[in-house]
């Protein structure tokens, strides 16, 4: 695992801005709806940007290595939510969560999206499109939404491709489960758990080596499914005039990345390619946020965004550069909370608007799932914590954080503190405050106490549900849970 900025590859030769990535027919700029590219949108769960193609030889993903080698890898891609319903907000409709009111993870009472933003499926069927959405390679099976509002009208218009009309283009969007926990094991490829890098905020034993091995090998299965969507676009002879694009919907599912905004939460793999139209091999360091992606394939296929949609076009003619991007985190299941933050190319700035709080607030979800949340409460009460270790199972955690990410890719050092630093921080700070008042970040409203109670009922009923069927008490002591953990890791 590799956190640095990512600025060579061993089969990609040279680095380029946005700027020249791509190649655009000047047929194309003035396409009929007949003419049009399709779109094939790859979407994996939980999912850092930990394949091949991003300096990882240890996890073989052939396919997504040569998409990228036939492509652009965006090495500075990021969510604007560390978790899925949020972040999917955002991305099908172009719009900031915060904005639209998608922003805590879930909503059991989910309310219409405000005008007059829509679910950006809508845009591609009036311009022609047929609009799909499968799970996985399940072509017969609809996909994963999972959004924080209800969908007026019909959000697609199948679950398959072939479903359209002779000649009609297509949008399809595949969801794939395999990085979710539980992993799923890569049998004909296992990764040896002693060659993984486990970050400095981890300690170094049995568990959190087996718990990042079967991670790491859930994205190597990944890759083989992806692999035959792939052959199939090609055999149907489709290849060459669909747009594809592969993205995480956010970061790995692991302690201090998923449901956080460190670069484990947000950072996410994507790769874009367009046969005879965008430059092959090539690698952009520039900033994009996945709410740029909506906008984007718009402009590509000769739709135009909406004004309201608040991302970036980064890719075609009318392609813009970021100098930052933005991410919060509200919300998850019954954990209330409040985090914002602002990056850019080297610096990111974190507000926790309830520095009262610890990290390690109890979740259902990541107490259930997470082994090496387990074992850090345990290493924590015997005092073998290391100091990275140990900042996040404080009991509290500062207003600010301010970080040095190309000398600290690991976001271990606060320098929010650090009078040297007070110009950065002043700036960034500036920056934030003054994208929540842009988009009118609806986390300022507190949810009504109803609401909030009625989420931590679910999540500890839930919770209780799911250690049961594991034989499992819910009140089982963290090191009788931790022998569990270790038998089902290791048989």
């Not at 075609?316 to 850019?344: L, M, Q, Y």
């Not at 069927?469 to 270790?486: A, H, M, Q, T, V």
Request: proline share 7%; net charge positive; glycine share 6%.
């Amino acid at each position: 695992m590799n956190q640095n900025k990512i600025t060579r590859r061993t089969f990609l030769k040279q680095t380029f801005s946005v700027a020249a990535t791509v190649a655009l027919s000047s047929s194309l700029l003035n396409c009929s709806k007949t003419q049009r590219p399709n779109i094939l949108w790859l979407i994996s769960e939980d999912t850092s940007p930990d394949i091949g193609c991003y300096d990882n030889p240890l996890v073989k993903t052939p396919n997504l290595d040569r998409l990228a080698n036939e492509g652009v890898l965006f090495s500075n891609a990021f969510a604007t939510c560390p978790v899925c319903s949020p972040a999917r907000s955002a991305m099908m409709t172009g719009m900031y969560q915060t904005t639209i009111g998608s922003h805590q993870h879930r909503t059991h009472n989910k309310k219409p999206l405000p005008k007059p933003v829509k679910v950006i499926t809508e845009y591609f069927r009036d311009a022609g499109y047929f609009v799909s959405n499968c799970r996985g390679e399940e072509f017969d099976k609809l996909g994963k939404t999972d959004w924080n509002f209800k969908a007026e009208g019909k959000a697609f218009d199948g679950t398959d491709w072939s479903q359209r009309k002779p000649g009609q283009p297509f949008f399809a969007q595949m969801n794939f489960r395999l990085t979710h926990r539980t992993f799923e094991r890569d049998p004909e490829n296992p990764i040896n758990p002693n060659q993984v890098e486990i970050p400095p905020f981890y300690p170094d034993h049995p568990i959190t080596r087996r718990d990042w091995a079967d991670y790491l090998e859930s994205l190597q299965v990944l890759d083989k499914q992806i692999g035959k969507v792939l052959q199939r676009l090609k055999d149907e002879g489709l290849e060459k005039n669909t747009i594809v694009v592969y993205c995480g919907d956010h970061g790995r599912p692991h302690v201090r990345g998923k449901q956080w905004l460190y670069e484990g939460g947000i950072r996410v793999p994507l790769i874009a390619r367009w046969t005879g139209h965008f430059k092959a091999g090539i690698v952009s360091e520039n900033l994009v946020s996945l709410i740029d992606l909506a906008p984007t394939l718009m402009s590509l296929v000769g739709v135009k965004p909406p004004s309201h949609l608040q991302g970036n076009i980064f890719l075609g003619k009318n392609k813009s550069e970021r100098d930052f991007i933005f991410a919060a985190r509200d919300r998850c299941d019954g954990t209330p909370d409040r985090i914002r933050c602002v990056r850019t190319n080297r610096y990111k700035y974190i507000r926790n608007f309830h520095p009262e709080l610890p990290y390690t607030q109890f979740n259902g979800y990541k107490k259930h799932q997470y082994p090496v949340l387990t074992l850090l409460q345990i290493l924590q009460k015997k005092g073998k914590l290391t100091s990275a270790q140990a900042l996040f199972m404080a009991p509290t955690r500062p207003d600010e954080e301010l970080y040095d990410l190309k000398n600290d890719p690991f976001e271990i050092n606060n320098l929010a503190k650090d009078p040297s630093s007070g110009e950065i921080l002043a700036d960034l700070r500036i920056k934030l405050e003054e994208w929540i008042k842009e988009i009118g970040d609806k986390g300022e409203i507190p949810e009504e106490k109803k609401d909030v109670e009625y989420e931590i009922n679910l999540m500890q009923k839930n919770y209780h549900k799911r250690m049961k069927s594991r034989g499992l008490s819910p009140d089982i002591s963290d090191e009788d849970y931790l022998k569990w953990w270790e038998e089902k890791l290791f048989k």
